[in-house]
């Protein structure tokens, strides 16, 4: 059965950086798309990245830039790096695998990891 636990969040200072990991168990991260998305308090959840083999793409504007997605297949693991982070990406982020392409509706993703909080604060 495919698991996906994400680690790494936790309080960082406006600017500075992070590195969220997504362990993938269960399956070969080779057969499915690994998206990135965020919730913060009293918003909906929204797509930040996803990728499939080789293909990545980023959905959110304000994180162009500054956000990166990459893969390691030895370890089954997906990461998000964050960089020059802001107030704003204060969230809960999490990590998801679909069968399908690479999609920014949540809805399409069949597998969810537990969450990891970013707070960005001075």
């Known amino acids: 059965q495919l698991q996906l636990v994400e680690s790494g969040g936790g309080l960082v200072q406006p600017g500075g950086s992070l590195r969220l990991s997504c362990v993938v168990s269960?399956?070969?991260?080779?057969?499915?798309?690994t998206g990135w998305f965020r919730q913060a308090p009293g918003k909906e959840r929204e797509a930040i990245s996803c990728?499939?083999?080789?293909?990545?793409?980023t959905y959110k504007d304000p994180v162009e830039g500054r956000f990166t997605v990459s893969r390691d297949n030895a370890e089954n693991t997906v990461y998000l790096h964050m960089n020059s982070l802001k107030p704003e990406d204060t969230a809960v982020y999490y990590c998801?695998?679909?069968?399908?392409?690479?999609?920014?509706?949540?809805?399409?993703?069949?597998?969810w990891g537990q969450g990891t909080q970013v707070t960005v604060s001075s």
């Open positions: 269960g399956v070969t991260l080779d057969n499915y798309a």
């Open positions: 990728m499939r083999g080789n293909r990545m793409a």
């Open positions: 998801a695998a679909a069968l399908g392409p690479c999609s920014v509706w949540h809805s399409a993703y069949d597998y």
